[in-house]
């Protein structure tokens, strides 16, 4: 079992940076994919940003060059360091970790970017 919590949420305004991060109270690490998703009011989830097991990242492409995802083995956490951020990133920011039919969900942290 993994539970995961995310906090690092705010306002900012636009062109500022915000870290969020997604605890994990299990071994986050033994899960294969760690993703973080947003989900703005009307829109659909959209994929943020990827991380395997293996290190490797991937992004969504409206983040790009702008967004980062790492992780932290040691205090079992996963970040998503965002910056230059848009009045478009306004969204409830989530992560979900993944192994095989397993996925894992945390309550979301909001952001709210003005302009």
């Known amino acids: 079992q993994v539970r995961l919590v995310e906090s690092g949420g705010g306002l900012v305004q636009a062109g500022g940076s915000l870290r969020l991060s997604c605890a994990a109270s299990?071994?986050?690490?033994?899960?294969?994919?760690i993703n973080w998703y947003r989900q703005a009011p009307g829109k659909q989830r959209e994929l943020v940003a990827t991380?395997?097991?293996?290190?490797?990242?991937n992004y969504g492409d409206s983040v790009k060059g702008r967004f980062s995802i790492s992780r932290d083995s040691a205090k079992n956490t996963v970040y998503l360091q965002m910056n230059s951020l848009k009045p478009e990133d306004t969204a409830v920011y989530l992560c979900?970790?993944?192994?095989?039919?397993?996925?894992?969900w945390g309550q979301g942290t909001q952001v709210t970017v003005s302009s």
């Open positions: 979900a970790a993944f192994r095989g039919a397993l996925n894992y």
């Open positions: 991380i395997t097991d293996g290190g490797r990242t």
């Open positions: 299990g071994s986050i690490f033994s899960m294969n994919v």
